[in-house]
């Protein structure tokens, strides 16, 4: 057998082990959203997703395991998602900020909102923390505002750290709702949006104001 069919044959069965392994892992993310976290166990996550108990040992280890993959593996997508701001004005970042995250979310609402719950859980947004997804997200309403300031939308009079906690707070005011199960994701777009443009027009120039305003009794408008 050649070189070139083992690695083939290798590449295969590494992918289908990834398959059976993402499915799984789908499957403990329906669980804990339909079910609570407390729910999960390795003997019912296996009947849920049809194999055995050691074939989910095996492919993703205890179920601290299974946590800690679910929760940092969504994460991760939610930050990508999150940071491909435009930072040319602060109602376009705001704007691309939450439908980029919002397109990822409905992608598998059971799936990331497990991945919050378990998150929570296992404490893995620890404010604390100078590497967590918390400091990732404030970092980058930091730079919305910094920019802000530098073009003139935002007078500069408050500082810039506190405005940006208050347009993180925005969005997670929000997620808690809808990871909850409070609100859909349509509620979720106009309650993170109307959050952070009011907490804008706190600092804004008059003309940015204005725009602000506009933003948000479209926002508020029956639909």
């Known amino acids: 057998m050649s070189t070139h069919t083992l690695a083939r044959g290798l590449a295969t069965r590494t992918a289908n082990k990834n398959k059976r392994r993402d499915a799984i892992l789908a499957r ?6 339909e079910e609570g976290l407390d729910a999960l166990t390795l003997a019912k996550l296996a009947e849920r997703a049809d194999v055995t108990v050691p074939t989910v040992h095996n492919l993703l280890g205890k179920r601290a395991d299974i946590l800690a993959a679910l929760v940092t593996e969504s994460m991760e997508k939610v930050m990508v998602a999150g940071a491909d701001l435009n930072l040319t004005d602060p109602i376009t970042a705001v704007e691309s900020f939450v439908e980029n995250l919002l397109s990822l979310l409905a ?12 998150g929570e859980r296992i404490k893995f947004f620890e404010h604390q923390s100078s590497s967590g997804i918390f400091a990732r997200a404030a ?12 073009r003139g939308d935002l007078q500069g009079r408050i500082d810039t750290d506190q405005l940006a906690m208050r347009l993180f707070a925005s969005q997670r005011l ?14 979720y777009r106009i309650q993170v949006m109307t959050g952070m443009f009011i907490t804008l027009c706190a600092d804004a120039s008059p003309a940015f104001k204005d725009r602000l305003i506009v933003k948000i009794d479209a926002l508020s408008a029956p639909l």
Do not use: H, K, P, S
């Open 139 to 150: 970092d980058e309403a930091r730079m919305v505002c910094r920019e802000a300031v530098e």
């Open 107 to 118: 992608t598998n609402e059971a799936l990331y909102r497990a991945a919050f719950i378990a």
């Open 174 to 187: 929000a997620r808690q709702d809808w990871m909850n199960g409070y609100i859909d994701l349509d509620t």
């Open 28 to 33: 403990a993310g329906e669980m804990i959203a």
